[in-house]
């Protein structure tokens, strides 16, 4: 069944090293959005793709955060270096231009950073 | 700025009570308005969607409304079950794509 999936579930690693986490978006869909949750800060918009194209990442640190879509079935968020305040869970979620703009989420990647 | 809110944040009922979990909203220049339920440790499940132009979204226990003019939405739950326990998230979608969610409420259901 159509669904947005994403790796790893679960990431922990030291403060300095790079994370890369991926999505898959469901098929045809032509809109990938980036969201990270916290306790404190609830769901936040990090950046949003249509057709591929980056439309607004107002709301990712510029400086360690990147965005892509290598290609229609894969969208990555790359933090480099990455710091304990960047531990989160983040979500992936595509939406579908024709329809009711209903976004659709993935399972997260819940990333603890050290 | 949109600010969205979700009273209670969290509500405990006995197993069969019907309930309403409530959003609001400061901003009425929204396109759509979807309620979503997250389990712990998982992902966000789109559970209705409601336009802008529309009133009420209805599927199987759950109905939402929206009233954009007073800023306001409701999910009612009938017959609660111990299943429905989870957060429930409000959230609205605006100019530029911008979906911005409400601090949500956690409901358990007590059998």
């Known amino acids: 069944d159509a669904r947005v999936t994403q790796t790893p579930r679960h990431k922990v690693t030291e403060m300095g090293q790079e994370v890369t986490m991926r999505c898959q978006p469901i098929l045809g869909h032509n809109t990938v959005f980036w969201y990270r949750q916290t306790m404190m800060q609830g769901l936040e918009l990090l950046a949003y793709?249509?057709?591929?194209?980056?439309?607004?990442d107002s709301g990712m640190p510029k400086d360690r955060f990147s965005a892509e879509m290598p290609d229609a079935t894969l969208a990555t968020l790359k933090i480099q270096p990455s710091e304990p305040r960047d531990s989160a869970v983040y979500f992936c979620?595509?939406?579908?231009?024709?329809?009711?703009?209903?976004?659709?989420f993935g399972p997260g990647t819940r990333l603890t950073v050290l | 700025k949109q600010e969205v809110t979700q009273i209670p944040a969290a509500l405990s009922v006995p197993e069969g009570e019907n309930l309403v979990l409530n959003c609001s909203f400061t901003?009425?220049?929204?396109?759509?308005l979807q309620w979503f339920r997250q389990d712990p440790g998982k992902g966000l499940t789109s559970l209705l969607l409601?336009?802008?132009?529309?009133r009420e979204q209805t599927s199987g226990r759950l109905n939402a409304s929206l009233d954009k003019s007073s800023g306001r939405s409701t999910l009612y739950i009938a017959a609660s079950q111990p299943g429905d326990s989870a957060t429930y998230l409000c959230a609205l979608l605006r100019a530029g794509n911008m979906l911005t969610f409400g601090g949500g409420t956690r409901l358990m259901v007590k059998p």
């Open positions: 901003d009425s220049a929204i396109y759509n």
């Open positions: 409601i336009q802008s132009s529309q």
């Open positions: 979620a595509s939406e579908d231009d024709g329809g009711y703009n209903e976004q659709f």
């Open positions: 793709f249509r057709n591929r194209a980056p439309l607004d």
